[in-house]
């Protein structure tokens, strides 16, 4: 069962999609594939660290090539965020940006077939209406792309608003 | 409390005035409204701009927590969703986005209603009054 949930900076969306994952009976994993660079970014983890302690969950570090995790299938696997990973796959110059969707998509459909849950959270980037330079547009290009992508063979996609799930296909489960 | 909320122009105060028979004199303003009486208001609009007047001031989260708590129970909080781009370079920027974010999922949290304007069109988002 593969669970999207999306949502802008500040949307709640990180917590929505631990407790979706804690509901389900399993060993649950969380994939962090955000580096740490700086104080900020120290911070960001160390936040979403605490919110995880009380809700068991083992996090492995990774922050490209999520097709090289191993899984059984009794197990609840969380990733965070698909915004990161993308960034890290064009960004790290070891994935060219137009494999980097497919690449991306096909460590998806691997975790997925090899667990009970999947949950992933993205990212709403898109509607600020900024013209940025030529980079950030192709890495938004890329994760529009992958979004749309997962969103069209995950069984639920919910966005979420302030911390309020909106179902946009499937349930909430 | 009420939340609705939505990209800019999308006709959040005109919803909030048809659907709840608000006259628009008695809205607050976020961009002008004295920070010390928006408890003497029943609708505030504009309120990502007031939190971005709030930390200018110096007020930290939990005491915007506190702000948000001295309001009546009936209150609508117009705002914008500002979220939904790419994450600013700019500190303050950055940091008002996310405060702005984080309150605003306290408000939905306590609120009976959440309405999410998508051109002109209401989405029922949160509904406890069902």
């Not at chain 1, 600020?128 to 030529?134: A, M, P, S, V």
């Not at chain 1, 890495?139 to 966005?159: H, P, Q, S, T």
Request: one cysteine or more; aromatic letters at 8%.
């Amino acid at each position: 069962m593969l669970t999207v949930v999306t949502g802008g900076s500040g949307s709640g969306k990180s917590e929505l999609a631990e407790n979706i994952a804690v509901k389900s009976d399993g060993k649950k994993y969380y994939i962090a594939a955000m580096e740490p660079f700086g104080e900020e970014a120290m911070r960001r983890i160390q936040r979403h660290r605490k919110m995880r302690a009380e809700k068991g969950f083992e996090t492995i570090e990774k922050y490209t090539d999520i097709d090289e995790l191993i899984f059984t299938h009794n197990d609840i696997v969380l990733l965070e965020c698909m915004s990161n990973l993308c960034a890290n796959e064009i960004f790290s110059g070891r994935t060219q940006k137009n494999a980097a969707a497919d690449k991306i998509i096909s460590g998806i459909e691997i975790i997925n077939n090899m667990v009970s849950q999947f949950i992933i959270v993205t990212n709403e980037i898109f509607s600020d209406g900024i013209l940025y330079d030529k980079e950030t547009m192709e890495y938004m290009k890329v994760l529009g792309e992958i979004n749309r992508r997962v969103f069209e063979f995950a069984d639920n996609v919910i966005e979420s608003v302030y911390g309020i799930p909106y179902i946009l296909k499937g349930n909430l489960i | 409390m009420y939340l609705i909320t939505g990209g800019a122009y999308q006709g959040k105060t005109d919803y909030t005035v048809s659907t709840f028979r608000i006259d628009e004199r008695n809205i607050a303003d976020g961009k002008t409204v004295v920070i010390e009486e928006i408890n003497k208001f029943l609708c505030i609009k504009n309120f990502h701009i007031l939190v971005k007047r709030m930390i200018n001031a110096g007020k930290t989260s939990e005491e915007m927590k506190i702000i948000v708590d001295s309001l009546d129970e009936n209150t609508i909080i117009i705002t914008d969703e500002i979220g939904n781009g790419i994450v600013p370079i700019n500190r303050f920027e950055r940091n008002w986005r996310e405060q702005t974010g984080r309150l605003c999922c306290y408000i939905a949290s306590i609120s009976r209603k959440v309405i999410r304007l998508s051109g002109g069109i209401p989405v029922i988002i949160k509904d406890e009054c069902r």
